[in-house]
């Protein structure tokens, strides 16, 4: 079923297909970090993205990058925690249970965004801010969590499909949960874990750069703290 809408959606771009769209996708153009997702470095273009170029995006964050796996250890954790579904124990089994939910739910929302996207030629990525200062570039990272851009990559959007996506995603693996739980709850909290959760990840893809330089400067100097004793 998710093959299918993932397949009508870029039929759908393809047909609403420009001829600079054809163009073939640059590697910089689809960047995926393994904690904060696809983004569009400072020092590169914001163009659209040829229908190639989405569905290698969509792979990458689906499938051939960690981040997925990540996130679903991070929640499953968080789930063991809480015992939720009590229904499931806190046991191996339990774990397991919640991993395969989780794997599958988060697929089912990248798949839902990507194609939804697709179809609207709307814009998948988080492009870092042309703008200084840490306030300019964090109130960038809040508004992109709420809107994006179309096909021209200037008129802004609604997050539409990122929120329906998480709403779907949540929605859906409330059908194979145990207790029949109430799917537009669990669909309105996987919406609302969504607006924490990708602040958060655009904050990290904003400053991504000045915090892996703090990092590497520091290890620099304990390394050179070590070598002179």
């Known amino acids: 079923m998710l093959a299918g809408v993932l397949l009508i959606g870029y039929c ?3 047909e609403n297909a420009t001829a600079v769209d054809q163009q073939p996708p640059s590697d910089k153009q689809i960047n995926v970090n393994w904690i904060y997702g696809a983004y569009v470095p400072k020092d590169v273009d914001l163009k659209p993205l040829t229908n190639e170029g989405r569905w290698r995006l969509y792979l990458r964050q689906t499938y051939t ?3 997925i796996y990540v996130k679903t ?3 499953t954790t968080h789930d063991q925690i809480q015992n939720s579904p009590t229904e ?3 046991g191996i089994e339990g774990y397991a249970k919640r991993v395969g939910s989780r794997q599958a739910q988060f697929v ?3 798949s839902l965004s990507a194609a939804g996207n697709a179809v609207a030629g709307w814009e998948p990525r988080y492009d870092r801010c042309r703008c200084d200062g840490i306030w300019p570039r964090t109130r960038h990272a809040i508004i992109r969590n709420f809107v994006t851009y179309d096909r021209t990559e200037k008129a802004i959007r609604p997050q539409l499909f990122s929120y329906a996506a998480a709403f779907g995603g949540a929605a859906i693996a409330a059908t194979w949960y145990p207790g029949n739980p ?6 309105y909290q996987g919406a609302i874990t969504q607006v924490g959760v990708g602040i958060g990840v655009n904050w990290l893809a904003e400053f991504a750069p000045e915090i892996t330089r703090v990092v590497r400067r520091n290890k620099a100097a304990d390394n050179s703290v070590k070598s002179e004793k």
């Open 12 to 14: 759908f771009a393809q």
């Open 65 to 67: 990058t960690p981040g």
């Open 73 to 75: 250890i991070l929640f």
């Open 88 to 90: 499931w124990g806190n």
């Open 108 to 110: 089912i929302q990248n």
């Open 182 to 187: 109430n799917v537009l709850v669990k669909g």
